[in-house]
């Protein structure tokens, strides 16, 4: 089914931290990179929490973007600097987040309508011809004119990829993505171009290839959220059952008291709606102690019972 076309784990904030992809690397596979959930400054610092979750050890063996959120030249540097004391030469650039307050303050989609800023930073990754840099991108906030008027910036950019995601930052995740836009997006551009947004099946990735045959790949978040083993050899019992072992595991090794650990467990089940009916999913947000959360989801599983915390 892959034939030469890459595959990338898109990066959603909450869901998909180091723990989970590694679960998802090691049990069920087929995605040839990971895209971290956005890294940004606060208080003019990159965040500790982010840090953490990029710690190389953490991530080992998984292929990794670390993807980065800014609003100008300055805050790029600082956070490429963070990363790449790491030892990371793999950074995408956030221009998609929707998220009014990183809007307004410049960031995400809110800096396709900032060439000046943009352009800056391009010259900032060239000063560092050690990275692979890539960006994702919405069509624009407001119009696709936006993303439009950026591709001379970008046509000169050294970039590994551009990843669009066919919507405008206002409208968050309503509507169809707009195959129509990212068609006259991609003829212009002459970067790589992958697809992302409502890839939820083998047959959508197979009928959009047929479609554009000279994309480079596609990224998937929420459908692999929902079916992890999509891209899998393995059965989906096999590969949650291994997943959800693993995310189980780190969570009461690493968060304190039943209410984080039940936070996190929540947030791995939340996209499952593939496997889920309405009456599980409830029994697993309503249990509020971890031996309720094990009882709920013990019929979910390969194996009767989870591991002890
Ligand atoms: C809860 C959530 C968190 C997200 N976090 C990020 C993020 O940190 N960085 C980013 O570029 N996109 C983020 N996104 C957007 C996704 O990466 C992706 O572009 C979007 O969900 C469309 O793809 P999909 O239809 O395959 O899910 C997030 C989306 C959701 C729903």
């Known amino acids: 089914m892959k034939d030469g076309l890459y595959i990338a784990f898109a990066p959603l904030q909450g869901y998909t931290d180091s723990t989970y992809r590694r679960a998802h690397a090691e049990c069920a596979g087929g995605v040839d990179e990971y895209f971290t959930p956005f890294l940004r400054l606060e208080g003019g610092v990159p965040r500790g929490k982010d840090l953490r979750d990029i710690d190389p050890d953490r991530n080992a063996g998984?292929?990794?973007?670390?993807?980065?959120?800014?609003?100008?030249?300055?805050?790029?540097?600082?956070?490429?600097?963070?990363?790449?004391?790491?030892?990371?030469?793999?950074?995408?650039?956030?221009?998609?987040?929707?998220?009014?307050?990183?809007?307004?303050?410049?960031?995400?989609?809110?800096?396709?309508?900032?060439?000046?800023?943009?352009?800056?930073?391009?010259?900032?990754?060239?000063?560092?011809?050690?990275?692979?840099?890539?960006?994702?991108?919405?069509?624009?906030?407001?119009?696709?004119?936006?993303?439009?008027?950026?591709?001379?910036?970008i046509n000169d950019m050294r970039l590994v990829q551009l990843t669009l995601h066919p919507r405008l930052g206002r409208q968050q995740y309503k509507g169809a993505p707009d195959r129509e836009a990212f068609r006259r997006f991609a003829e212009r551009c002459r970067q790589p171009m992958v697809y992302n947004g409502d890839l939820l099946t083998l047959q959508d990735i197979s009928d959009l290839r047929r479609q554009m045959p000279a994309l480079k790949g596609v990224m998937l978040g929420r459908g692999l959220l929902a079916q992890p083993w999509l891209l899998s050899d393995r059965q989906p019992l096999e590969v949650l059952s291994d997943m959800h072992e693993r995310v189980y595991r780190h969570a009461t090794a690493t968060l304190c008291g039943d209410c984080q650990v039940l936070g996190r467990l929540h947030a791995f089940w939340e996209y499952h709606t593939a496997l889920l009916d309405r009456r599980q999913l409830k029994a697993i947000r309503k249990a509020t102690t971890l031996a309720r959360y094990r009882e709920a989801v013990a019929p979910l599983l390969r194996r009767q019972g989870v591991a002890e915390g």
């Open 62 to 153: 998984v292929p990794t973007a670390v993807q980065l959120i800014s609003r100008d030249r300055d805050e790029f540097a600082r956070l490429c600097d963070a990363v790449q004391a790491l030892g990371w030469q793999r950074v995408d650039l956030n221009l998609g987040c929707p998220f009014p307050m990183q809007v307004r303050a410049g960031r995400g989609s809110g800096l396709l309508a900032r060439p000046d800023r943009l352009a800056a930073i391009a010259d900032e990754m060239r000063r560092r011809p050690d990275v692979g840099f890539s960006i994702k991108m919405r069509l624009g906030q407001d119009s696709a004119d936006e993303g439009i008027a950026l591709l001379q910036i």
